[in-house]
RNA sequence: GUCCCUGUAGCUCAGCAGGAUAGAGCACCAGAUUCCUAAUCUGGAGGUCGGCGGUUCGAAUCCGCCCAGGGACACCA
């Protein structure tokens, strides 16, 4: 909505104003915090001080006198040093409401996906384990960035990165067969630095069950390693495929590392580079110059012992990337990956990718709270809490708005006790509760009136006339803008608060006034249709984050 | 040592491509229910935006220096 207001804003300064067309990026459109400063503000006084030579107040009231012929604006004001308020006429507003109606839980939405094929890669968690809180949060906050995205117009692909090759996959093997061998010798030795969780013995168990004579039979240990890691593997990856569907995450492409090496992409990688002069040897490795792309030293992509490193597989996987022809790729990572992007960057600027090409959001950590107590988890011992467990204890909902309350790039607090909270101090409920109080007075109205809001119908919105209905019509109309912001610079978090705000309007409306108004039939069809365009905002933000609205509570 | 992140109300944090009197939730204090769900709402108190400079009509926001906390700097994955 900003968008086409400031084209119409500079197309009509610009007339009488012709210097307007040097500062017409710089225009911001503002919605101030107050009311008596208008619905929306704007800055071009301020900017026009250079060129005109004169005070911002005068060309301000000058602005004024050319905006206020506008039948789209119903006031206009200079307050402050030169700020010009803009007051909306109600028919600005009355549009909004019957666009949202037509849109419904696509409000604001692009239309097509024109804008770009892009690439988010997240989780990619290693198939060696359940998945625990840092992926839920890394699940959710890539799965609403992609949906960000095709709210404002890419086509997404979602991806998940296998990292099915290397030593985390060997450690799996060894856990699992040292487990199936101490169930008939429980002094078998188990590795020192293996995975101790209850989910490997059970894998043991099982295989014990059905593929004991078939491991015994090995004659090399080696093939019973891996054996039991293929099929530990598998059955963990399904486990995760699982979880993340269950929790509303689902992907396009499941990618194996191990993929690159068997189909000799890593070494066409290589070869790609070498042919750019970015190879060289030293002291019986092969290094990369990636200190020619702004990284601070150069790194080895194979190891004088002939193997490779990550790295190796890192790069041959974004030229894979590249080479499908994306406009952009993200990936998620956790924080502590940090220190990586600057090499990563600098390989893959060899490619001849612009510079903002690979996008990396950051995860940092999630710590649990329990009765004011942290919850600690250790990866070693095994006694970790898991994204499912905490799924079964909070709710899917409440998970995925705990982990979209704050910047991904910062420390979460998850305080559980909170999130099972039934009252307005739980931020969850609150916003769902505001769906289902509407949904409440659809089916009162229904009972009572026989009318049922539900069905297409028509209002007189000249009824509204509240301070608090406009209040209301005003923020409905610039949420696509705020959804677009957050897409833009690559915040989902915004959607929890732009979504708690709108509630609280929705709460206050609720308390002050009635909707369901017995003597006068024209104007509960004008509050109802309100309502009605209230929830499928609500709705909008919900589908976005993958929150289930909720008709009753 | 080099680099990155963080520092805002008692607590947890928003705001940071500059804009009007710096916000929210919790906690604290005072209130509201013959009424569509009180799982709600209203009001109050609470701040040298880590510090010092700079840029400008204007700085929590941009720049520089400093202080404090966390993290990253492997022929690991």
């Known amino acids: 909505m900003k968008k086409e207001l400031r084209e119409k804003i500079v197309s009509v300064l610009s007339k009488e104003i012709p210097e307007v067309d040097q500062i017409k990026d710089k225009i911001k459109i503002d919605i101030p915090k107050e009311e008596k400063f208008g619905d929306i503000a704007i800055n071009a006084a301020f900017l026009l001080t250079k060129l005109l030579k004169q005070k911002p107040i005068d060309i301000a009231n000058r602005i004024k ?20 308020n803009i007051f909306l006429s109600p028919v600005f507003y009355h549009n909004i409401l019957k666009k949202i109606i037509e849109e419904k839980d696509q409000y604001g939405k692009a239309k097509n996906k024109d804008k770009g ?18 992926h839920g949060r890394g699940a959710v906050v890539g799965n609403v960035q992609s949906n960000l995205y095709e709210y404002i117009g890419y086509f997404v692909e979602r991806e998940f990165y296998i990292n099915d090759a290397g030593r985390q996959i060997r450690k799996l093997g060894e856990s699992v067969c040292a487990r199936f061998f101490q169930i008939e010798n429980p002094d078998y030795p188990f590795p020192e630095d293996g995975y101790h969780g209850d989910y490997i013995k059970e894998i043991a168990n099982h295989l014990y069950k059905y593929e004991r004579e078939k491991i015994l039979s090995f004659v090399d ?25 269950e929790f509303g995450v689902e992907f396009d492409i499941w990618f194996s590392e191990k993929s690159l090496y068997t189909s000799g992409k890593v070494d066409e990688a290589i070869e790609f580079l070498k042919k750019k002069g970015l190879i060289y040897e030293k002291e019986g490795a092969l290094w990369v110059k990636t200190t020619e792309y702004g990284d601070d030293k150069d790194r080895v992509i194979i190891k004088s012992d002939g193997s490779y490193t990550y790295f190796a597989g890192d790069i041959a996987y974004h030229y894979d990337k590249f080479k499908r022809g994306y406009d952009f790729v ?20 060899a490619f001849g990718v612009p510079e903002d090409w690979l996008r990396v959001i950051f995860i940092q950590l999630v710590k ?5 107590q942290e919850v600690k988890m250790s990866k070693r011992s095994g006694s970790f809490v898991t994204l499912r467990e905490l799924i079964e204890e909070v709710g899917k909902d409440a998970v995925i708005y705990f982990f979209l309350t704050k910047d991904s790039n910062t420390h979460l607090n998850f305080d559980i006790d909170l999130a099972l909270k039934k009252s307005s101090e739980n931020p969850v409920y609150y916003v769902q509760y505001a769906h289902a109080r509407i949904s409440s007075v659809f089916r009162e109205a229904k009972e009572r009136f026989g009318f049922d809001p539900e069905e297409d119908f028509e209002a007189d919105l000249s009824l509204l006339k509240e301070n608090q209905e406009r209040v209301i019509m005003k923020y409905l109309a610039f949420i696509p803008d705020l959804i677009s912001e957050a897409a833009e610079k690559q915040q989902p978090h915004k959607l929890t608060q732009i979504t708690y705000d709108l509630a609280s309007e929705f709460h ?9 108004v017995e003597e006068d039939e024209n104007l509960m069809k004008a509050r109802l249709y309100l309502l009605k365009a209230i929830r499928y905002a609500l709705r909008t933000l919900f589908k976005l984050m993958g929150i289930t609205p909720v008709e009753r509570m």
């Open 65 to 84: 006198q050319i905006l206020e012929k506008e039948p789209e604006f119903e006031k206009v004001e200079v307050a402050g040093a030169g700020f010009i």
């Open 117 to 134: 094929r892009i690439n988010i890669e997240f989780v990619s968690a290693n198939p060696t384990g359940p998945l625990h809180l840092g």
């Open 221 to 245: 240990k080696e093939q019973a390693i891996d054996f039991c890691a293929e099929f530990a593997k598998e059955l963990l990856l399904e486990k995760i495929k699982e979880d993340l569907k």
């Open 330 to 349: 993200v990936d998620v990572w956790g924080a502590d990956h940090h220190g990586y992007f600057p090499r990563l960057k600098a390989a893959v600027m």
């Open 368 to 372: 649990l709270f329990k009765n004011g």
């Open 508 to 516: 206050y409306y609720y308390n002050h006034f009635k909707f369901l």
